[in-house]
C-alpha cells in the first residue's frame, strides 16, 4: 500500500498535477477548510458562488482558468470561492441538498465541475451552461439582472424578438410579495436556461393595466407570449410560489419550437415536424461570419451600449470659467443683448432646465471643485465612466460571435421571411409547410456538414462564404443546399426561399470523389471494387452480370468484420458473371429505394431478375460460410456451377473437395428439375435440356475426380 501511494504522487508531480495559483478574488480550500470557505463566502455578500472541481480533471482545470477570470471582473457584485474536492483537507459533502426518497450520497458532486449559486439564504441553483468565458458572464449578468422592465407594448414587442417566450408579470408596485416571489422564480429558471433564451419581464401600475387594454383588470397578472404569439394566463393568482410558477412555465415553452440557435440535434428533432432552414455560420472569435447574417436593425442594438460609452470619449467636453455662466442657467440658449437688457432668475423650476441637466450639473461640481480647491472631480468622473464601461461592455467581449438575443432575432427574422412566402406560394393551406429555422456554430459542427456532404470553404478570410444555408425536407426525403459559389445575402436568401415553395430547387446528392487508383479499369484489377453513387446506379443499369453490392461505413466495426468475409468470397467465385462492389453509404447517396436502414448490409441483384433484388439476413451470422451460400443461392443453377468449376480449376491444392461439392450441387439441380418434370408438362421440352447439360456436367466432373 505504501508502494502504491508513493507511485501515485510520483505520477501525479509527473504530469503536472500541480495546485492553481490563488487569485485575490476567491476564497479557496486547501489553504482553509471548507466550512470556513462556505461560511465566509456566504456571509461576505447576497450573491455567492462556490466552485467545486477536482485537479486531475484537464476540463475542470480549463473551467478554473474562466472561474478565476470572471471572479475577478465580479468581485464587485458577488462573493467567490472555490473547493479542490481531489485535496485530503476538503470534503465536498452537502453541496446538493438531498432530495426525499433518493439514495443518501453525502450530497456530493455528480460531475466536474460543479458551480453552485447561493443568492440570499433561501435560494440556490447550479450552473448548467457552457464551461467559457462569455457564457458564464453573460450567466452572472443574467444573475445580477434576472428580469426585464416594460414601460409600453413597444418595449414589450422588441422584447419578444429576441427571446423564445417572454413571461410578463403585471402588478401594482415592487413593494408586494408577487414581486419578490416572481424575481425568485427568475432565478431559479436561469438553472433550466443558463442563458435567459425566456425572458422575464415586468410591469407596474397604469402601463400594467394599458398592457391588457381592458378597463377592468385586477392585478396581479401573470401571462406567457410564447413563440407564436400564443397568450397564456396564469390562473393561479393566490398562489405565487416560485415552483408553482416554474412547473406552470415549463410546459408551455415547447423547445421544438424555439426559434434560435442549437445544435444539429434540434434540426433532426424539428425536421420530424416541418422543413427545416438551417443556417452553419462560422463563429470563430478572430474569423466570424456573424456580421454578415446581422440585419442593420440588429447590428445596430447589438454593440449600442459599448458604442455610446465609448462614444462620450470623442465628445466635445465644456471648458468651464468662474467669469462666464452658462446660458442653459437662465432658462435656456440667450444672446448676448437678451442677458444685458434684461435681470433673468437663475435656476429657475421649468423645463428648459430640466432638459440641460446635465450641462447644468456639470457647471456645479465645477463650481465646487473651484471653491473647496480640490480639482479631483475630473479624474474620479473618468474613472467611473471607465468602471461602468468595463462592466456594460464585458458582455459584448465576444460580439463577433453574437448573443443568444442575436442569434434568437436572425432566426426570427428568417423566420418572418418564410412565412411570408409560404403564404404567396402554391402550397396548400391545409399542409403547414413553414419553415422552422436553426442556426448553429459551423466551426465546432463541421463534421455534421461534412456528413451531409455540404462543401465548407477553409478561407481565412472575413466574408460571406463562411456561410452556409441548406433546408432539410424529411418529407420529401431531400436536402436542399443554397448555393456556395454567391456570397450569402438576404436577396439571396429570400429568392432559395422562394424556390423552395415553387419545388425548383434540385435535391443534393452525395457523390463521393473516388482516387484514380481505385476506378476499375478491368475486372482483374481486384476482387472488390469500389464504387460511388455515379458507377453504382450505372453498374445496375447494365444488366450483364450479377451484381453483390456490399454497404458499409468507415466509422462502423461491424462493416471491417463482414468486409474480411466478404474479400475471401470474392476470391473463391471470381468470375466475369459475378461483380462484387463496395459502396461508402456515409459518402454517397442513393435513391430511396436503394437505401439502406442499417449498415453494414449486403444485397444481391441477379442477372436474370435484377428486379428481385435480396438482402442478407441480418439474424444470419455474417461468415465466410453462409455469406458464399447466400450469394450461390441467388444465382441461376448453370451460372452456380459454371462459377464452382472456374474456382476448382484455381485451387489446384483443393481440387477433390471442390470438385465433390460441384458433384452433390448437379445431384441437387436434377433431382430438383426431376419434380418440375412431374408438375410442368408443357414446359418438359426445357427441363429435359436443362437436365441432359446436368448430365454432361456430371460425367465431366467424375472424369476430372478419378484423374
Known amino acids: 500500500m505504501i508502494v502504491f501511494i508513493n507511485i501515485w504522487i510520483g505520477i501525479g508531480i ?22 470556513q470557505v462556505r461560511r465566509e463566502v456566504e456571509a461576505a455578500g447576497e450573491v455567492s458562488l462556490l466552485f467545486y472541481y477536482v485537479s486531475w480533471s484537464s476540463d475542470a482545470r480549463q473551467a478554473r482558468l474562466v472561474y478565476d477570470g470572471v471572479a475577478h471582473y465580479y468581485k464587485d457584485f458577488a462573493t467567490f470561492g472555490a473547493i479542490d474536492c481531489w485535496h485530503l483537507q476538503c470534503n465536498c459533502s452537502r453541496t446538493h441538498r438531498q432530495l426525499p426518497g433518493m439514495a443518501a450520497n453525502g450530497g456530493y458532486p455528480d460531475k466536474w465541475p460543479t458551480l453552485m449559486v447561493n ?28 428580469i426585464d422592465r416594460v414601460h409600453s407594448t413597444a418595449e414589450l414587442g422588441a422584447l419578444w424578438k429576441i427571446s423564445d417566450a417572454v413571461v410578463l408579470a403585471l402588478l401594482d408596485s415592487a413593494d408586494g410579495l408577487p414581486f419578490k416571489r416572481f424575481i425568485a422564480a427568475a432565478l431559479h429558471w436561469l438553472e433550466f436556461d443558463p442563458e435567459r433564451n425566456v425572458r422575464f419581464a415586468v410591469t407596474f401600475g397604469p402601463s400594467a393595466k394599458q398592457m391588457f387594454k381592458v378597463q377592468h383588470v385586477t392585478l396581479p397578472q401573470l401571462v406567457v407570449i410564447d413563440n407564436r404569439h400564443g397568450l397564456h394566463s396564469y390562473n393561479e393568482s393566490n398562489s405565487w410560489h416560485p415552483m408553482d410558477i416554474l412547473h406552470w412555465l415549463r410546459p408551455k415553452v415547447n423547445p421544438l419550437m424555439a426559434a434560435g440557435y442549437g445544435t444539429p440535434v434540434k434540426i433532426a428533432l424539428k425536421a420530424r415536424h416541418v422543413p427545416v432552414l438551417a443556417m452553419g455560420i462560422r463563429m470563430h472569435p478572430h474569423q466570424s461570419a456573424m456580421p454578415f447574417v446581422m440585419s442593420d436593425e440588429l447590428s445596430g442594438k447589438e454593440n449600442v451600449d459599448c458604442e455610446e460609452y465609448w462614444q462620450q470619449d470623442g465628445r466635445k467636453k465644456h471648458k468651464w470659467s468662474l467669469m462666464q455662466v452658462p446660458s442653459e442657467l437662465y432658462g435656456g440658449p440667450k444672446s448676448t443683448d437678451e442677458l444685458n437688457s434684461h435681470c433673468h432668475l437663475p435656476l429657475q423650476a421649468h423645463t428648459t432646465v430640466l432638459a ?20 479631483h472631480a475630473e479624474t474620479d468622473a473618468r474613472e467611473l465612466l471607465a468602471l461602468h464601461t468595463r462592466y456594460r461592455c464585458l458582455a459584448h467581449t465576444h460580439a463577433q460571435q453574437g448573443t443568444p438575443a442575436l442569434k434568437i432575432g436572425i432566426a426570427k ?3 418572418k421571411y ?19 429555422v436553426v442556426l448553429f456554430d459551423a466551426t465546432k459542427y463541421r463534421d455534421f456538414l461534412h456528413q451531409l456532404g455540404i462543401e465548407q470553404y477553409h ?24 448555393s456556395p459559389q454567391q456570397p450569402f445575402s438576404y436577396l439571396a436568401l429570400k429568392e432559395f426561399i422562394k424556390q423552395f415553395y415553387a419545388r425548383q430547387l434540385p435535391r443534393m446528392q452525395r457523390n463521393a470523389m473516388l482516387p484514380t487508383a481505385i476506378i476499375p479499369v478491368s475486372q482483374d484489377a481486384s476482387y472488390i471494387h469500389s464504387y460511388n453513387r455515379q458507377l453504382l446506379l450505372q453498374a445496375l443499369q447494365r444488366h450483364n452480370a450479377t451484381n453483390v453490392v456490399y454497404m458499409h461505413r468507415p466509422d462502423c466495426a461491424l462493416s471491417a468484420v463482414m468486409s474480411q468475409a466478404l474479400m475471401q468470397v470474392a476470391a473463391l467465385l471470381k468470375s466475369p458473371d459475378l461483380h462484387f462492389i463496395r459502396f461508402d453509404s456515409q459518402a454517397n447517396d442513393l435513391p430511396w429505394e436503394l437505401s439502406m436502414p442499417a449498415t453494414p448490409a449486403l444485397l444481391v441483384f441477379p442477372q436474370s431478375r435484377p428486379t428481385d433484388t435480396v438482402v442478407f439476413p441480418v439474424d444470419i451470422r455474417a461468415d465466410t460460410a453462409n455469406i458464399m451460400s447466400f450469394i450461390l443461392a441467388q444465382l441461376e443453377p448453370e451460372q452456380q456451377l459454371r462459377i464452382i468449376l472456374s474456382s476448382c480449376r484455381r485451387r489446384m491444392r483443393h481440387a477433390r473437395s471442390c470438385l465433390d461439392f460441384a458433384g452433390k450441387l448437379v445431384l441437387q439441380h436434377v433431382s430438383q428439375y426431376l419434380k418440375y418434370w412431374e408438375i410442368f408438362v408443357k414446359e418438359r ?3 429435359l435440356s436443362q437436365l441432359k447439360q446436368f448430365n454432361e456436367m456430371h460425367l465431366a466432373i467424375e472424369s476430372s475426380i478419378k484423374l
Open 459 to 482: 478561407s481565412h478570410k472575413r466574408d460571406a462564404s463562411a456561410v452556409q444555408v441548406f433546408i432539410v425536407d424529411a418529407v420529401a426525403e431531400a436536402v436542399h443546399v443554397m
Open 14 to 35: 509527473g504530469i503536472g498535477l500541480l495546485p492553481f495559483i490563488q487569485s485575490a478574488a476567491i476564497s479557496e480550500c486547501p489553504s482553509r477548510s471548507v466550512s
Open 119 to 146: 443568492y440570499g439564504r433561501h435560494l440556490r441553483l447550479q450552473y448548467q451552461g457552457a464551461w467559457h468565458f462569455e457564457d458564464l458572464t453573460r450567466f452572472m449578468n443574467n444573475l445580477i439582472q434576472p
Open 356 to 375: 440641460n441637466y446635465y450641462c447644468i450639473n456639470g457647471y456645479l461640481n465645477y463650481l465646487w471643485s473651484q471653491y473647496t480647491h480640490e480639482s
Open 413 to 415: 427574422l428568417v423566420t
Open 685 to 687: 421440352d426445357s427441363i
Open 418 to 436: 418564410s412565412q411570408l412566402m409560404w403564404q404567396h406560394s402554391t402550397e396548400q393551406p391545409s399542409q403547414n409547410r413553414s419553415l422552422a
